[in-house]
T-cell receptor, first 112, second 114 residues
Framework: DQQVKQNSPSLSVQEGRISILNCDYT??????FLWYKKYPAEGPTFLISISSIKDKNEDGRFTVFLNKSAKHLSLHIVPSQPGDSAVYFC???????????FGQGTRLTINP | NAGVTQTPKFRVLKTGQSMTLLCAQD?????MYWYRQDPGMGLRLIHYSVGEGTTAKGEVPDGYNVSRLKKQNFLLGLESAAPSQTSVYFC?????????????FGPGTRLLVL
């Protein structure tokens, strides 16, 4: 049973436009959500996170939105740059679990 | 400060052979994790450890064993490799704190089982 789902395996966006990556979850106990970015032949790196007590967190060009009622979060990248081309994973944790549950990943390609 | 390192980077095994993947971290983290990444499956947790001398099963533990004899090291063992264990393996470490469950990943080990 996939508790964290990224339903879009891939996304293609033009340079300078907005990229929106989506993630859905089923476990209402999740209280912390993260986005990781992964380049080929490298390990994932932490990008941005959000606590369930917030509905938005911003860090430069990256903003994560959380809609608890819909059990949905999204990552917005504005403006998109060629270096943003990577696989993006969303992840979630519940209190005391000491581990993360990851989605399947979305491959983002930024076209010049 | 090397962060999280993994050894080896790449390995080819024959079915039935055994091997150990080594993960080391120099950030004094309590928690360590082993994941596998397969196309379309994302990152799936194999085993994890919340402290020296402790281990716990993750989502896909069958066919793997782990040990955490030292805080900085987390070993993943395959006793009898199978083609289904062909994958990219990532180790990660982390601590509860300002970023709660933020994990820091190693560069990965690519394993091919023939």
């Amino acid at each position: 049973d996939q508790q964290v789902k990224q339903n879009s395996p891939s996304l293609s966006v033009q340079e300078g436009r907005i990229s929106i990556l989506n993630c859905d979850y089923t476990n209402s106990m999740f209280d912390y959500f993260l986005w990781y970015k992964k380049y080929p032949a490298e390990g994932p790196t932490f990008l941005i996170s959000i606590s369930s007590i917030k509905d938005k967190n911003e860090d430069g060009r990256f903003t994560v939105f959380l809609n608890k009622s819909a059990k949905h979060l999204s990552l917005h990248i504005v403006p998109s740059q060629p270096g943003d081309s990577a696989v993006y994973f969303c992840a979630a944790s519940d209190p005391g679990a000491q581990k993360l549950v990851f989605g399947q990943g979305t491959r983002l390609t930024i076209n010049p | 400060n090397a962060g999280v390192t993994q050894t080896p980077k790449f390995r080819v095994l024959k079915t039935g052979q055994s091997m150990t993947l080594l993960c080391a971290q120099d950030m004094n983290h309590e928690y360590m994790y082993w994941y596998r990444q397969d196309p379309g499956m994302g990152l799936r947790l194999i085993h994890y450890s919340v402290g020296e001398g402790t281990t716990a099963k993750g989502e896909v533990p069958d066919g793997y064993n782990v040990s955490r004899l030292k805080k900085q090291n987390f070993l993943l063992g395959l006793e009898s490799a199978a083609p289904s264990q062909t994958s990219v393996y990532f180790c990660a470490s982390g601590d509860r704190g300002e970023h709660q469950e933020t994990q820091y990943f190693g560069p990965g080990t690519r394993l091919l089982v023939l």
